[in-house]
C-alpha cells in the first residue's frame, strides 16, 4: 500500500489488527495513525460506523414436499456482521401450539435440544406423518447470540388424508 505525505508517495506495508471486547448493538468507528522513525501523521477521518450485533430474522422458509413423509426447507440467510454461523429451524403440526426441534444431526423432529444447522440453505425433514399439515420457523446465530425467529412459513400439506390428531 502507499498513500501520500503532502505530494511525496510514503510506502507502507498493509497492516491488520483484530479488536476484542466489543459489545453487541453498540456502533463503532475507527481512526488510524502512522509512525515512523521520524515521527507520527496526523490521524485519518473516522472510518464508517460498524455496529456488531445479533443477526436479524432470517426471511420466511419456503417448505414444499419433497416425498410422502418429508418436506425440503428453503432458508434465506440474513446478512449481519459479523456473520451468521448456524440455523435452528422448527417445525409444528397447523393448528397445534407445540414447536419441535429439527435436529441436524438426523433431519428429523425432536422435542427440544436439536443440533443446529450449519448455514444450509436448503434442507430436507424426514420422518413427518402423511395428511399432515406443518409450518415452519427459523433462527440464526453468529458471535453475539441467536436473533429473533422469522415469521412462519405457510402450512404444507403431506397427502391429501387428513392428519389424526395427537393425544391431548
Not at 402423511?130 to 412462519?152: D, I, L, M, R
Request: glycine share 10%; aromatic share 4%.
Amino acid at each position: 500500500a502507499e498513500g501520500t505525505v503532502g505530494a511525496m508517495p510514503c510506502p507502507a506495508r498493509p497492516t491488520a489488527t483484530t479488536v476484542t471486547g466489543l459489545d453487541a448493538d453498540k456502533p463503532y468507528q475507527a481512526k488510524l495513525v502512522a509512525h515512523t522513525p521520524h515521527g507520527s501523521s496526523g490521524s485519518s477521518p473516522f472510518s464508517a460506523s460498524l455496529q456488531l450485533s445479533k443477526p436479524h430474522a432470517p426471511g420466511q422458509p419456503l417448505a414444499t414436499v419433497n416425498g410422502p413423509t418429508s418436506l425440503r426447507i428453503r432458508l434465506a440467510v440474513p446478512p449481519t456482521a459479523p456473520a451468521c454461523t448456524h440455523l435452528m429451524l422448527q417445525m409444528k403440526v397447523e393448528g397445534q401450539e407445540a414447536w419441535q426441534d429439527v435436529d441436524a444431526a438426523t433431519g428429523k423432529l425432536v422435542a427440544q435440544g436439536g443440533k443446529a444447522y450449519a448455514l444450509e440453505k436448503e434442507v430436507i425433514v424426514s420422518g413427518l406423518r402423511p395428511g399432515c399439515s406443518y409450518q415452519v420457523k427459523a433462527k440464526a446465530q453468529n458471535a453475539h447470540g441467536w436473533g429473533p425467529e422469522s415469521c412462519a412459513s405457510a402450512a404444507t400439506c403431506l397427502g391429501s388424508k387428513p392428519c389424526r390428531p395427537l393425544a391431548p
